[in-house]
């Protein structure tokens, strides 16, 4: 098993940045695909961004492409999400998320954080 834990949220205002971590332990890092999901209030959880084992590839929803990046340091089992040109659409508690195999729905995701929330003011 692996445990996640993020960081980095907060309140911005729309066009800010802000920079959302997560912590992983418990099992080897590099084993797991990871991604980020948001949910904003009375919404679905959604996919925002995915990357592979290696960091070798990486995907985004098209309402966060060219905005956010993503990005994993495996030697520190930590993951980021770079979220750039931030929109009020954007507000939701993002969570991180673990998985062996899968693409980006949510239930392809076994292991997730506690989440971190993200308000962007307009």
């Known amino acids: 098993q692996v445990q996640l834990v993020e960081s980095g949220g907060g309140l911005v205002q729309a066009g800010g940045s802000l920079r959302l971590s997560c912590a992983a332990s418990?099992?080897?890092?590099?084993?797991?695909?990871m991604a980020w999901f948001r949910q904003a209030p009375g919404k679905e959880r959604e996919f925002v961004a995915r990357?592979?084992?290696?960091?070798?590839?990486?995907s985004y929803a098209d309402s966060v492409k060219g905005r956010f990046a993503i990005s994993r340091d495996n030697s520190k089992n930590t993951m980021d999400l770079q979220m750039n040109s931030l929109k009020p659409e954007d507000t939701a508690v993002y969570f991180c998320?673990?998985?062996?195999?899968?693409?980006?729905?949510?239930?392809?995701?076994?292991?997730w954080g506690q989440g971190t929330q993200v308000t962007v003011s307009s």
């Open positions: 418990g099992h080897t890092f590099s084993a797991y695909i």
């Open positions: 990357i592979s084992k290696a960091a070798i590839i990486t």
């Open positions: 998320a673990a998985t062996t195999r899968g693409d980006r729905q949510v239930a392809d995701y076994a292991y």
